[in-house]
């Protein structure tokens, strides 16, 4: 390519200020690479055999970079990337001296650093609405994509990872692309190629149709089985409901329109069973369903794939509709171009290279990104930071002190030993207690309480005896203590066994003493029994009741029998009184005193 034509073609601006004609002229290659899942970059190297590029243009990092082309057409110039400098390299060898230049889109920022954050009671929009207001961006189109965020008591977590990596996470669930171009982020469900001009439509008329010999310069095309299946399962489970929940899709090509191009035809010439993705963190039947759909849609896009080199065209950027035409069937129809790369350079001039990938991304960042689990992918420790659950279903939020002192996560359900309706040991954790978090399929999200940790500062309670024989390294008791120290001790210790229900001041205190077989109940106070009848039977011992008073009281009558003699004292006085008082003796009776007898009635009568 002429330098005059390049110069003419391709506009380059740093800081709104158009490149000075001498500089212009050393500018030698132009690479603006764009995508529907990364930030727009662009790549410039100009020759600077003086070294004086930085001086004569202010690039320096952080220097606002515009390219854009002028084609034929008339018309403004046709903007391609619009970004900031980051990085500024110098390259000596046989050809000379070169400074290269690197920009990429303020949506870079999103790389940079990681973060821990949670974001209760917001819709996926608003998630991305807010992580680009604090990046500085501007918000461009974001698709209202229903499923996340959106339950009650819903939260999407960001567990210790960068921006985009997080929003990436977020579009996976939904089947959706994170894009970014001019500085608006975009959040968007895969456009099909409604836009593509018609099928016999042709090069010369419209500069989106791709035809060989004419604006195409290379291509791969391939229509592929190897990964398609007949439908997408996804099951998931509902705490509210406490039933599985399930969805079903059959793949589509939404990119593409094939004539003849079937992913679940396909699938089914080599009998594929079903694709299923599972997992419990899946709680809602929208996350269930959009996910389902988002599987689907994946998997479909790789059914047909495009990578191409076209005659330069600024029109060819990611999200267009085009149309390949005059190609063999099955390849001809319209596509959505997935990525675009514009090239400048003195060889070959201007091209545009092309794929149409679905949700793939076919750069190195996609080779090598992939998308890890959460953070905590496994158990870990937290602290109790609220126990007010609204539904009373005994939940708790907790904090992590290791990742965040701001973060909270969403109410965890408590494991309880034998729980089930109604029924179980309901034991809630503390506000403040250091408690042990599993997550459901590594989900920082749906955490689950195992139990509670003791610590350096948190010691175990003081039991009746020892907690561990020292000597033969048996357990000796086993308790449940509450904070206020009351307490149900089960003791096995050899020279104390039995079972020790004790209030936490000890005044309290029912003691089984099974080496002694003694049952001790004590009371600082009253003790009550009460019952429809109480019986007490102290079977061949004794049985002894003893007090400041002694009080028997009936509704109706006192009866006392004993099988051989009743013995009635008292050191001061016995009274005996009654409407009409009997004393009888079945053989003799006897009325003694060491001092004075009186008899004293009405009417006495002794025989």
């Known amino acids: 390519m002429a330098n ?25 290659q132009a690479t603006v690479a764009a995508s529907r899942n990364l930030p727009d970059a662009c790549h410039l190297r100009f020759r600077d055999p003086e070294a004086v590029l930085v001086r004569k243009t202010g690039l320096a990092i952080g220097a606002k970079v515009e390219v854009a082309v002028q084609s034929a057409e008339p018309g403004s110039p046709q903007r391609l990337m619009s970004g900031e400098v980051v990085a500024v390299e110098i390259d000596i060898d046989a050809a000379g001296t070169f400074m290269e230049v690197r920009g990429l889109d303020p949506a870079h920022r999103l790389f940079r650093g990681r973060r821990v954050a949670a974001y209760p009671k917001m819709s996926l929009a608003d998630v991305v609405r807010k992580v680009a207001s604090r990046a500085g961006l501007q918000v461009g189109v974001i698709d209202n994509v229903q499923g996340y965020g959106d339950a009650p008591e819903a939260q999407l977590s960001q567990d210790n990872v960068s921006d985009w990596e997080f929003l990436s996470r977020l579009a996976d669930r939904v089947g959706a692309q994170v894009t970014a171009s001019d500085g ?18 042709t090069a010369a008329s419209n500069p989106l149709v791709l035809e060989p010999g004419v604006n195409l310069i290379a291509l791969r ?100 509709g085009v149309t390949l035409a005059n190609v063999s069937d099955p390849f001809g129809g319209k596509y959505t171009l997935t990525s675009a790369r514009h090239v400048f350079n003195e060889h070959d001039g201007y091209t545009t290279a092309f794929t149409v990938s679905g949700r793939a991304e076919r750069t190195l960042y996609g080779l090598t990104s992939g998308s890890p689990g959460p953070a905590p992918n496994g158990l870990v420790s937290a602290v109790v930071s609220d126990a007010r659950d609204p539904r009373k279903l005994g939940r708790v939020k907790v904090t992590f002190p290791w990742l965040s002192k701001d973060f909270t996560s969403a109410w965890a359900r408590t494991a309880s030993p034998g729980g089930g309706p109604r029924r179980g040991l309901w034991a809630i954790p503390e506000v403040g207690d250091e408690v042990l978090v599993g997550f459901a399929d590594g989900d920082l999200d749906h955490p689950y309480v195992l139990g509670g940790l003791h610590n350096g500062k948190d010691d175990p309670p003081k039991l009746e005896v020892p907690t561990v024989d020292d000597s033969a390294g048996a357990i000796g008791v086993r308790a449940l203590v509450s904070r206020e120290g ?65 009080k028997v009281n009936a509704q109706q009558q006192v009866e006392v029998t004993a099988g051989s003699s009743v013995k009635v004292a008292g050191q001061a006085e016995v009274k005996v009184e009654g409407a009409a008082v009997k004393v009888a003796g079945t053989g003799s009776a006897e009325l003694s005193a060491s001092g004075a007898v009186t008899v004293r009635g009405g009417v006495v009568r002794i025989n």
């Open 486 to 550: 009351h307490r149900l001790e089960l003791v096995d210790e050899p020279s104390k066994k039995g079972i020790l229900l004790s209030t936490g001041d000890g005044k309290l205190l029912l003691k089984m003493d099974a080496t002694g077989q003694v049952l001790e109940l004590k009371c600082s106070g009253q003790v009550k029994v009460s019952g429809v009848g109480v019986k007490i039977d102290a079977g061949s011992g004794s049985l002894e009741l003893s007090g400041a008073q002694v």
């Open 221 to 320: 095309a391939a229509v592929s089985a190897a990964e398609q299946v007949p439908e997408v399962s996804v099951r998931g489970w509902s705490v509210e409901q406490k039933q599985e929940l399930t969805a079903t899709e059959k793949p589509t090509t939404k990119g593409s329109q094939v004539d003849g191009v079937d992913p679940v035809g396909m699938a089914g010439r080599f009998g594929a069973p079903p694709y299923l993705e599972a997992g419990t963190s899946l709680g809602t039947q929208g996350q269930v369903a959009a996910y389902a759909k988002a599987l689907a849609a994946e998997l479909g896009a790789t059914a047909v794939e495009l990578d191409g080199v076209a005659k330069g065209n600024p029109k060819l950027l990611p999200g267009s």
């Open 184 to 201: 608006k982020l975009n959040f968007r469900l895969p456009d099909p190629p409604s836009g593509a001009p018609p099928e016999n439509a």
């Open 4 to 28: 005059e034509s390049f110069a003419n073609t391709l506009q380059v601006s740093i800081n709104g200020a158009p490149l000075a004609a001498d500089v212009a002229t050393m500018l030698t």
